[in-house]
């Protein structure tokens, strides 16, 4: 009923003007699913992981268009992709299964609820800062170009470059090429939780 499947790290699941072939549950690994403009500006829509449900899947299963964004695989993923007329049966026939899609749906729409809400009410320094937070290893390390940086802080790079610049200068980061590192977490953490 379902196929098994396993993609590397690197590769594109989906594609805008792509149709959707069914929908994917994964067991380990993550989706980072993004937009891009007609002017070349990304933004990181969310993050697709073990337990949760890719709405532009959704969208393009309940309303059968066409995917509007890019999935790339994040982490190498393995799970089961489950063909659309096996997904219609189960959402009609299996409570446990529509169940679980519908909680996973709606937690989607919280995230999408709280990009919004960071984009629009929380200002640059405050995104910026937990970004790098989020991203960051155990090590403070933060492997990200200023351009990947701006998808994810739904902003421009130049701006990124410009504010990761006054960071450097007040000794909260340090740079590198493609890494930074986060030399004052506990100024970072103040900057994340202010509003502006």
Request: glycine share 10%.
């Amino acid at each position: 009923m379902y196929q098994s499947i396993a993609i590397a790290a690197g590769q594109t699941v989906f594609s805008p003007g792509q149709e959707c072939v069914g929908f994917l549950r994964l067991t380990s690994g993550a989706i980072r699913v993004t937009m891009t403009a007609a002017n070349g500006r990304e933004v990181v829509l969310y993050r697709v992981r073990p337990g949760e449900v890719c709405l532009q899947t959704f969208s393009c299963l309940v309303e059968g268009r066409q995917y509007g964004a890019e999935g790339v695989v994040e982490a190498n993923l393995q799970g089961e992709m489950i063909p659309k007329a096996v997904f219609w049966r189960l959402m009609q026939e299996d409570e446990a299964f529509r169940s679980e899609v519908f909680a996973a749906v709606a937690q989607r729409f919280g995230d999408y609820q709280r990009l919004v809400e960071e984009v629009a009410l929380t200002g640059f320094d405050t995104r910026l800062a937990r970004v790098l937070l989020r991203l960051c290893d155990e090590a403070g390390m933060v492997r990200a170009t200023h351009g990947e940086l701006a998808a994810e802080t739904a902003s421009g790079r130049a701006f990124v470059s410009r504010r990761l610049g006054e960071f450097a200068q007040k000794g909260m980061v340090s740079q590198g090429r493609g890494e930074l590192r986060l030399l004052d977490l506990a100024g970072l953490r103040r900057i994340a939780e202010t509003d502006w």
